[in-house]
């Protein structure tokens, strides 16, 4: 069926968003430190609060990301090695559970040296101020010209519980969420006023469920593309809003040009994304002179793309296709 005029015209805002933010070769990475974040660990293996390690992930990341600093992918964070994780900076932690306390050890480290350890005991009435206060004292220690960022992202763990769960699961298993669990998660996280980072976090899972079960793939993709561009309309910087439009593109193949620019604006505001490096390698076409650039790039920030050493596929296997494709790629899961 033909798009009509007003779809056109609403896919085009992100793609003149992308546009003007891009111009020449791929921006150049940052002199600044890189940071690779961890998903804390749960002391208590046998309780079911893995969730909480994502809490603290990504209120560090969105964070960090907010005030400035050079940050790896979370899929890059997920897939490389132990001992092998990229950048000058490593920060990983611990957590456990224990009747109303809960326990938060937090590591920063450069070059295997551990240059700060934070731990702290609280109440769950005093989550919010801690966690927050540790995350500035690491964003600190990494950056002292950095500044904590105004609007910050935090969501509460006792609201966002399912949504943590969801993030946590997609660091972990090497399937594809399904198609009820993401539908689910936009039921609950997918309103009009949401946070960027939660929206994409939810179009995730839209997009990975739309792969994993091509028989409804259609109608997540189109969810997953009102979501973004919404979202795109109050966030025009959001990077990472920009590397999933661009992603919904490939999947649905149906605005192939519109990948090469959305993935573009991606690059030129986070350097460091790898998932936009690969999509413009596509978009621009793999022999083009763009098109070899972002292929080299795309290795630099995440050879493990590659060979995962029985870690789960790159986005859950949802560009595999377009893995295979890259000169001397090698695939294994």
């Known amino acids: 069926m033909m798009a009509t005029t007003s779809t056109i015209t609403s896919r085009l805002v992100p793609l003149l968003i992308a546009a003007a933010l891009f111009w020449g070769g791929l921006p150049q990475l940052a002199a600044q430190p890189l940071v690779t974040l961890l998903v804390p660990k749960n ?112 969501l509460a763990p006792e609201v966002g519980e399912a949504f943590y769960r969801a993030r946590r699961l997609r660091y972990e298993r090497s399937t594809p969420p399904s198609v009820a669990e993401a539908q689910a998660l936009d039921r609950a996280f997918g309103a009009s006023k949401a946070d960027e980072v939660v929206v994409a976090e939810v179009a995730t899972h839209l997009l990975l469920a739309a792969h994993g079960d091509p028989t409804k793939g259609g109608s997540l993709l189109k969810r997953a593309d009102r979501l973004l561009r919404r979202a795109l309309q109050e966030h025009p910087q959001s990077a990472s809003l920009l590397s999933l439009l661009a992603l919904d593109y490939q999947l649905s193949q149906s605005y192939p040009s519109f990948v090469e620019k959305t993935a573009q604006g991606a690059l030129k505001l986070n350097p460091e994304d790898d998932l936009a490096a690969l999509l413009l390698a596509h978009g621009a076409g793999l022999s083009s002179g763009l098109g070899k650039e972002s292929i080299s790039r795309f290795k630099q920030l995440n050879p493990w793309a590659f060979k995962q050493q029985g870690k789960r596929p790159y986005w859950a296997g949802a560009l595999d296709k377009e893995l295979a494709a890259l000169p001397g790629a090698q695939t294994t899961h």
């Open 43 to 154: 002391q208590r293996i046998s309780d079911d609060s893995n969730w909480y390690g994502a809490f603290l992930e990504l209120t560090l990341r969105a964070n960090f990301e907010r005030a400035g600093l050079r940050l790896s992918s979370f899929e890059v964070s997920a897939l490389a090695p132990s001992g092998k994780e990229p950048g000058d900076f490593l920060l990983d932690g611990a957590f456990q559970q224990v009747g109303r306390l809960t326990y938060v050890k937090l590591r920063l480290l450069r070059a295997g040296v551990e240059r700060l350890v934070l731990e702290e005991t609280f109440t769950k009435s005093k989550t919010a101020d801690t966690v927050t206060q540790m995350a500035a004292k690491l964003l600190a220690a990494i950056d002292a010209q950095a500044k904590w960022p105004e609007p910050e992202f935090y």
